[in-house]
């Protein structure tokens, strides 16, 4: 046991470590709460020696139902320095969602806020195969209850109640840390079980990338995205508080509190989505107090238009703009732009992140030569373990010796990544292949064009049609024959989508993922009708 504790890889280490260095420091900030690095290893701590106390072992899932909450970091930690697997729960899932994860993953141990706990009854109560569960912890809850659908239930102070010595038990590097399931967007969902040593990995990369310094300039990032999601989880939250910098949690995305946070608390890092970014420039107009102080803007998740990325850096004029990509499976960013690359190539994905390995494959599994396209592989250390219960899924994942994204892409001369379209959604229409990111994008710069979706639709002549889907500028109308006029100067006539369906919202996941299978349901059931 001396010689793990003396060389392992144990994210449950990371606050311990910071308090050595910066124990007045405030680590996360919650709304009017305040947390000191000091506090959170005391919590963090205290939480860990909580678990033990119910039972749980090395191993053991607890699952986490809450928004961004101090409470939520300090359930991961004490999870991570005990080896329990923590289990983020995606908070606008349905009760039979949930359920499916539950029975999946077989959670002993609940921690959930009082705004989602009747989700959670419901999920318990109708599906008995989530009787795993055999403690939950609620988290804010003015009245606590003494059971939940006949399981006995704990308030969250009672968990972290108690003043302990450090808790060192066992922890692998490889040990699962973290569950965290896809969005599911073709299948069920799948459980991605990532280890501590993939995430650490992960979370270096990111600070060297990022620009994270650790010292007396430290970095201010302000937390908007879900952290249930492995974007804010481990690509934005993690590395901020290796390096010693503070994280400030919101539960939703509000444009005016972003403008605050930038006066008020000397911002270093932003990272939204583009239909949020667009919000913020324009909630700040020419510009906004504090703004000077960003060194990096960072999105992801979606094209954007060349105006707004101008914008952006008209907002932010210190900033680099870049865009990051990953994917749940290999613990974004696996690829980054540089900073140069916002000028020539901001269409590109960039190149590989420090720990990764990115090329090209043929269906036969073949490394493609730079300039032909093929599947996006990955290798490097913060691959998952796999996917829990589905050995199908991880064969498919990891044949040929290297992670298959199902993304479709090339390698320039330089070795950028050039991102062309996921697999299951490249349009295939008279014989030609049609990305509909490149079209999505080309339509995004139409100045009455606020979102857009690309999809292959069944056509008796093309075999499938280009269909874009479109949500307007609040106040503007967008016509068909306009918007293909303007595709038509932009792409090849191929290109050009052959019918354009204007709504007043696309259905996305909770980290503003375009769910294309059912923009492609709902066309459907439109021409049923």
Excluded at 77 to 87: P, Q, S
Excluded at 195 to 219: N, P, Y
Excluded at 463 to 491: C, M, N, Q, W, Y
Aim: with cysteine; aromatic share 6%.
């Amino acid at each position: 046991m001396t010689i793990n504790l003396v060389q392992r890889v144990c994210l449950g280490d990371l606050p311990t470590r910071a308090t050595q260095q910066f124990p007045h420091r405030p680590a996360v900030v919650d709304g009017n709460a305040v947390l000191t690095y000091s506090e959170l290893e005391a919590r963090s701590n205290a939480a860990a020696a909580g678990l033990l106390d119910l039972g749980l072992h090395r191993g053991d899932v607890v699952a986490i139902m809450m928004p961004n909450c101090w409470e939520f970091l300090v359930t991961f930690f004490g999870c991570a320095k005990i080896g329990a697997v923590c289990m983020p729960v995606n908070t606008g899932l349905t009760a039979e969602g949930v359920a499916f994860q539950f029975d999946d993953a077989r959670p002993a141990v609940v921690v959930v806020e009082e705004s989602l706990v009747a989700l959670l009854e419901t999920a318990l109560a109708a599906f008995p195969t989530t009787s795993s569960v055999q403690r939950v912890v609620t988290a804010r809850a003015d009245s606590p209850r003494s059971e939940l659908a006949g399981i006995p239930v704990m308030p969250f102070a009672a968990l972290i109640d108690a003043t302990v010595p450090p808790v060192e038990v066992i922890v692998e590097d490889r040990d699962i840390a973290q569950c965290l399931y896809t969005s599911g967007t073709t299948s069920r969902p799948k459980a991605v079980l990532t280890s501590h040593v993939a995430v650490m990995m992960a979370a270096l990369s990111t600070c060297v990338q990022f620009r994270h310094e650790r010292g007396d300039s430290c970095s201010v990032f302000p937390i908007v995205l879900p952290l249930f999601h492995v974007t804010a989880l481990n690509c934005l939250t993690l590395p901020v508080l290796l390096t010693g910098g503070t994280v400030v949690l919101h539960r939703s995305f509000d444009p005016n509190a972003l403008l605050h946070d930038l006066a008020a608390r000397q911002v270093t890092h932003l990272m939204l989505l583009p239909v949020m970014w667009g919000q913020l420039v324009d909630a700040a107009g020419k510009g906004a107090p504090g703004s000077e102080n960003v060194r990096m803007a960072i999105y992801a998740m979606a094209p954007m238009s060349q105006q707004r990325l101008d914008e952006i850096r008209e907002v932010f004029p210190n900033a680099d703009v870049v865009l990051g990509s990953g994917q749940t499976e290999f613990t974004p960013p696996s690829v980054l732009q540089w900073p140069s690359h916002q000028w020539d190539k901001n269409a590109s994905w960039g190149t590989a992140v420090i720990t990764t390995d990115v090329r090209i494959m043929g269906p036969n599994g073949e490394l493609l030569p730079r300039g032909q396209e093929g599947e996006i592989v990955y290798r490097g250390p913060q691959a998952m373990q796999g996917y829990g219960n589905n050995e199908a899924a991880n064969t498919a994942a990891f044949t040929h010796g290297w992670f298959h994204s199902g993304d479709v892409g090339y390698l320039d001369d330089e070795g950028v990544l050039w991102f062309t379209d996921r697999i299951k959604d490249i349009v295939k229409s008279g014989g030609e292949n049609v990305s509909s990111v490149e079209v999505e994008r080309a339509l995004l710069g139409h100045p009455d064009v606020a979102d857009c979706a690309v999809v292959g639709m069944p056509d008796d002549r093309w075999g499938e049609s280009v269909t874009a889907v479109v949500v307007p500028v609040p106040g503007r109308t967008i016509a068909d024959d306009a918007i293909r006029s303007f595709a038509k100067e932009h792409l090849a006539g191929y290109k050009v989508p052959k019918r354009v369906v204007v709504v007043d919202g696309l259905p996305k996941t909770s980290t503003g993922k375009i769910q294309k299978h059912r923009v492609r349901a709902q066309l459907e059931s439109r021409s049923q009708s």
